[in-house]
């Protein structure tokens, strides 16, 4: 079975700052995705990044960035400049290749971004 | 393009009702997800469709859940009879999937139904 972990349940970070959220994930597959998404006090499920596993090079979008590290099954978001409107629920995510997409999520980790 | 489109946004009900939750997916999409999140389990994907037909129902927590998908634009969440411990946000996700390596579409999800059983 495949698990996606996020130890750190709350993080807080002060505006301007650089925050990196964690995750680990157990997988037997060797093709998957990998995600975050964030979960503002609205309830939306946003997408913020992704990275395929057969690409070494790590994904970035914007302030977003990630640091893939397939070995160790590590999947880190490090958000730079971070914003008041970063403060959200993050949730990261695993989807397999082969099959449909199955979702596997973490636990999430809830960011504080303050003045 | 209009993402995915769920309603209601909001509903309270009594024990016992019956509760339909409906979600359009984004037009082209293939596959089609129902979601339950809650503080104490966090994220649960009830069941999901491709093509309109539903793949895996495994985690439909009990009968008194149904889901159906009659045509690619529209699907509904049926919970009869309604209890209390179905209180959730439920959201449905659809996304494009094709049976071609290296070819993903994230999922794109709805605002969410935030489902009350009083």
């Known amino acids: 079975a495949q698990t996606v972990t996020q130890s750190q349940p709350e993080m807080s970070v002060q505006e301007a700052e650089t925050v990196t959220l964690s995750c680990t994930y157990d997988t037997s597959e060797s093709n998957y995705y990998l995600f975050w998404y964030k979960q503002p006090p609205s309830r939306q499920m946003i997408l913020v990044i992704r990275?395929?596993?057969?690409?070494?090079q790590n994904a970035t979008e914007n302030r977003f960035s990630v640091n893939f590290q397939k070995a160790a099954k590590s999947f880190s978001l490090k958000i730079s400049d971070s914003q008041l409107g970063d403060t959200a629920m993050y949730f990261c995510a695993l989807v397999y290749v082969r099959g449909f997409q199955k979702l596997v999520f973490g636990t999430g980790t809830r960011l504080l971004v303050s003045p | 393009d209009a993402g995915v489109i769920q309603s209601p946004r909001h509903e309270v009900t009594e024990m016992g009702q019956e509760v339909t939750l409906r979600c359009k997916p984004i037009s082209g999409h293939n596959s089609l997800f129902w979601y339950r999140q809650t503080m104490m389990r966090g994220l649960e994907l009830l069941i999901y469709?491709?093509?309109?037909?539903?793949?895996?129902d495994s985690g439909m927590p009990e009968d008194r859940f149904s889901a159906k998908m009659p045509n690619a634009s529209f699907s509904t969440l049926k919970i009869q009879p309604s209890e209390p411990r179905d209180s959730a946000v439920y959201f449905c996700a659809s996304s494009l999937y094709r049976r071609t390596p290296g070819f993903e579409q994230p999922q794109h999800f709805g605002d969410g139904t935030r489902l009350s059983i009083l």
């Open positions: 469709f491709n093509n309109n037909v539903p793949i895996d």
């Open positions: 990275q395929e596993a057969y690409k070494q």
